[in-house]
């Protein structure tokens, strides 16, 4: 069909009160030759949406130019199925954010030849469809994994459930109670009580179990995976839309604690974990290891080994209720008991404070705010050495018995400590990671991926071992598209969060599947039907965009050739920004796009009066900027704003491009990268970051400073450092002085 452009300008919002719209439509009409373009009072009120809809209808208009507010608001309004829409923030860019008059008409006309540029280069996506299957694999049969099933089984979705184990229940199975999830404050502990959640699951009839059985490969693609599994030997490859990883964790290993503790020394000295199971099989009683004798003085140890950078470095989350609730075991029902209560800080947020105040209030429970330093025996009894931190004081106090809060480690974290080894023996050379592989236990591997990246989830950096769901921004969604991450087994959590955890993981899952079936991207740019569509011919196996697309999208054939598996793909343009031949774009996104936008900048010829193109994520620093303009925060005139999907997708193609052209400087403004990262597609900033450290070769080919482009990150809600950044920027700019290609 051929391309029929539409560019409407709105009045509203102060806009026409302080821009030229007039001169506007005249340069639309002729300098960009633009065949239909209209002025609206207010664009988004019936009138001028009814105007844009007859244009379509009449006139044939089917590339739309939106000159007005910003593409964030008003989507409902201006939605035109089988057109393609550009959104030109004049509001934002020009009048709320420059004060000069003349500058506002500049940027003005700038923003607009932009948005045509982007129309006219911009062809509307055609969707990658595939046969859908509408399976969902959920991974563990503890309380998230079931969960998670019985979620999604409601919903109408067939569920594939495989658990290693010979029953169901996971780890909740071995409790004899749990903590109160209603009523805090008279100490009721909860019923541990699953065979109506495993009946439920193993009777429904959208639910299909696997016990005793493991994943062997899970190959493929978000609608369309792969997955053998293998039962008591015997193997079976299934169909699966969207996966659930919901495998828990395991206690930290106590005997790494040392002589401190005394545990593996003394037999009464237990963890939290054996002391429930102790509990459960005597039905309430608590038996001491060493002679079975009955106890009623117990010492209860938190943070034992967490929150200790030597051991586990972070807070397990659920010890402090989970050990309120076994002092209560020592208690109910016998007035003479102790339980004693030694802990750093008290951790019981929300209601569990409830909890926490009964306990101070019920006789029997003592607690002490304090380090453990020692633990000996001495005849049939335990003495426990206790720095006080509130009196400064040291005291030994008996127990019969001692239980340690050691914490919880996720099931993910020995393969991935095993595949780090790996990969760090393999860079020292073959014998290296030869003597590895025959030196090193190699643990069971869990999702077993036959992805280039790897076979399991990308996991936390630290060491920490949970899988990285990127919970700041996204909950559940994993760096592997179609995979959801639940339970402890992404982060610490008590049976009640793990409950709710499944639900919401059930629901993305679900998500996927239907997103897929539409052709449209899962994550985050869930409205997305657009794939990466590279020119093989001129590609030279150079096998940059595969090392850095952060996803696992591409795979290459038996040359070396990268292919594509699109549902994997997130949109990010990575792959686009990574290749040095420039042959990887987007229907409505490409690096001849985006280059010509650059070099369309008006540039000034005085050198007094530079010019600047900031390059920013459309996710973070975009919608920063926005939010600086809805403040009024007043920005240099001198910048122009280009959105990019992500700063992974920055070619370094246009740098050149724009500062052969005169531009004076440039910003790239992305999302905060690192260990607590923000970025929503994980690496892109981080790898704008390190391709920038390559850009002195183009610069100094260009006889030019390499101060002239610098890289700023910034988050979504810091859009008060915005006009700061601008106005350093432009300090350092002014200091080295304008462009030489100024003028040619």
């Known amino acids: 069909?051929?391309?029929?452009?539409?560019?409407?300008?709105?009045?509203?919002?102060?806009?026409?009160?302080?821009?030229?719209?007039?001169?506007?439509?005249?340069?639309?009409?002729?300098?960009?030759?633009?065949?239909?373009?209209?002025?609206?009072?207010?664009?988004?009120?019936?009138?001028?949406?009814?105007?844009?809809?007859?244009?379509?209808?009449?006139?044939?208009?089917?590339?739309?130019?939106?000159?007005?507010?910003?593409?964030?608001?008003?989507?409902?309004?201006?939605?035109?199925?089988?057109?393609?829409?550009?959104?030109?923030?004049?509001?934002?860019?020009?009048?709320?954010?420059?004060?000069?008059?003349?500058?506002?008409?500049?940027?003005?006309?700038?923003?607009?030849?932009?948005?045509?540029?982007?129309?006219?280069?911009?062809?509307?996506?055609?969707?990658?469809?595939?046969?859908?299957?509408?399976?969902?694999?959920?991974?563990?049969?503890?309380?998230?994994?079931?969960?998670?099933?019985?979620?999604?089984?409601?919903?109408?979705?067939?569920?594939?459930?495989?658990?290693?184990?010979?029953?169901?229940?996971?780890?909740?199975?071995?409790?004899?109670?749990?903590?109160?999830?209603?009523?805090?404050?008279?100490?009721?502990?909860?019923?541990?009580?699953?065979?109506?959640?495993?009946?439920?699951?193993?009777?429904?009839?959208?639910?299909?179990?696997?016990?005793?059985?493991?994943?062997?490969?899970?190959?493929?693609?978000?609608?369309?995976?792969?997955?053998?599994?293998?039962?008591?030997?015997?193997?079976?490859?299934?169909?699966?839309?969207?996966?659930?990883?919901?495998?828990?964790?395991?206690?930290?290993?106590?005997?790494?604690?040392?002589?401190?503790?005394?545990?593996?020394?003394?037999?009464?000295?237990?963890?939290?974990?054996?002391?429930?199971?102790?509990?459960?099989?005597?039905?309430?009683?608590?038996?001491?290891?060493?002679?079975?004798?009955?106890?009623?003085?117990?010492?209860?140890?938190?943070?034992?080994?967490?929150?200790?950078?030597?051991?586990?470095?972070?807070?397990?989350?659920?010890?402090?209720?989970?050990?309120?609730?076994?002092?209560?075991?020592?208690?109910?029902?016998?007035?003479?008991?102790?339980?004693?209560?030694?802990?750093?800080?008290?951790?019981?947020?929300?209601?569990?404070?409830y909890y926490y105040m009964e306990a101070q209030n019920t006789p029997g429970i003592m607690l002490a705010k304090g380090e453990v330093t020692g633990i000996r025996e001495e005849y049939d009894k335990l003495v426990v050495t206790v720095e006080d931190s509130l009196l400064g004081s040291k005291a030994e106090i008996e127990a019969e018995m001692v239980v340690l809060a050691t914490g919880m480690v996720p099931t993910t974290k020995d393969p991935q400590d095993y595949l780090t080894g790996l990969q760090e023996a393999a860079s020292k050379g073959d014998e290296a990671r030869i003597k590895y592989i025959e030196s090193t236990k190699k643990p069971e591997f869990i999702l077993n991926l036959s992805y280039r990246q790897g076979p399991e989830l990308p996991v936390l950096d630290g060491g920490f071992g949970f899988v990285d769901s990127n919970f700041i921004c996204f909950q559940y969604e994993t760096r592997r598209t179609g995979i959801y991450a639940v339970g402890p087994v992404r982060q610490p959590m008590n049976m009640a969060e793990a409950e709710e955890d499944a639900r919401g993981a059930a629901l993305k899952a679900m998500q996927c599947i239907e997103h897929v079936a539409k052709g449209m991207a899962v994550h985050p740019r869930a409205w997305d039907t657009s794939f990466p569509e590279p020119n093989l011919t001129k590609c030279t196996a150079c096998k940059r965009c595969t090392e850095e697309c952060p996803f696992g999208a591409i795979d290459e054939d038996e040359k070396g050739i990268p292919y594509y598996k699109p549902n994997r793909c997130r949109r990010c343009g990575t792959c686009m920004g990574a290749c040095p031949e420039r042959i990887v774009s987007f229907k409505d996104y490409s690096v001849d796009m985006i280059g010509t936008m650059m070099k369309s900048v008006s540039v000034p010829s005085e050198d007094d009066r530079p010019r600047i193109i900031v390059a920013c994520c459309e996710n973070d620093a975009f919608p920063a900027t926005e939010t600086a303009a809805l403040h009024r925060l007043t920005l240099d005139p001198a910048v122009r704003f280009i959105q990019l999907r992500c700063l992974g997708s920055m070619n370094l193609v246009w740098i050149a491009d724009a500062l052969s052209r005169g531009v004076d400087g440039m910003i790239l403004l992305g999302c905060k990268f690192g260990e607590n990262y923000q970025c929503h597609f994980a690496k892109g900033s981080e790898l704008a970051k390190y391709r920038l450290s390559k850009v002195q070769e183009t610069l100094d080919r260009l006889q030019l400073e390499s101060d002239r482009v610098q890289m700023y990150e910034v988050a979504i809600d810091e859009y008060w450092r915005i006009p700061t950044i601008i106005n350093e920027f432009m300090d350092k700019i002014r200091e080295i002085g304008p462009n030489p290609f100024k003028g040619f």
């Open 1 to 353: 069909m051929e391309k029929k452009i539409g560019l409407y300008i709105c009045k509203g919002c102060g806009i026409g009160e302080s821009i030229d719209v007039e001169k506007i439509k005249n340069i639309g009409k002729n300098a960009l030759r633009v065949p239909v373009v209209a002025i609206s009072d207010v664009l988004c009120n019936n009138e001028g949406i009814e105007l844009i809809k007859k244009d379509i209808a009449e006139q044939g208009v089917n590339s739309i130019v939106i000159a007005g507010c910003s593409p964030r608001v008003k989507t409902y309004e201006f939605n035109f199925p089988g057109c393609f829409i550009e959104r030109v923030p004049l509001r934002e860019l020009a009048v709320w954010t420059i004060e000069a008059p003349e500058e506002k008409q500049l940027a003005a006309e700038d923003y607009v030849r932009l948005g045509v540029i982007k129309a006219q280069k911009g062809e509307i996506p055609e969707p990658y469809i595939i046969e859908t299957s509408k399976s969902i694999l959920v991974v563990g049969g503890g309380i998230s994994g079931l969960t998670a099933a019985l979620e999604a089984a409601k919903a109408g979705y067939d569920v594939v459930l495989v658990e290693k184990e010979a029953e169901l229940g996971g780890f909740a199975s071995k409790l004899y109670r749990r903590v109160p999830t209603d009523d805090f404050t008279h100490g009721v502990l909860g019923e541990v009580n699953l065979e109506p959640l495993i009946n439920e699951v193993t009777s429904n009839a959208k639910i299909k179990v696997y016990t005793s059985s493991k994943i062997e490969k899970i190959d493929g693609q978000p609608g369309d995976f792969d997955v053998t599994i293998s039962t008591n030997g015997s193997q079976e490859t299934i169909k699966i839309g969207a996966i659930i990883q919901a495998t828990g964790w395991k206690p930290y290993d106590a005997k790494k604690l040392g002589k401190k503790y005394g545990y593996g020394k003394f037999k009464d000295v237990v963890t939290n974990f054996d002391f429930e199971e102790i509990v459960k099989k005597n039905n309430g009683i608590i038996k001491r290891p060493s002679d079975e004798r009955v106890v009623k003085t117990v010492l209860f140890v938190q943070c034992a080994g967490q929150r200790d950078p030597e051991h586990l470095p972070y807070c397990s989350g659920m010890c402090c209720a989970t050990t309120l609730k076994q002092a209560r075991y020592v208690t109910d029902g016998n007035p003479d008991a102790t339980a004693m209560f030694i802990y750093k800080d008290m951790r019981t947020p929300g209601k569990l404070e």
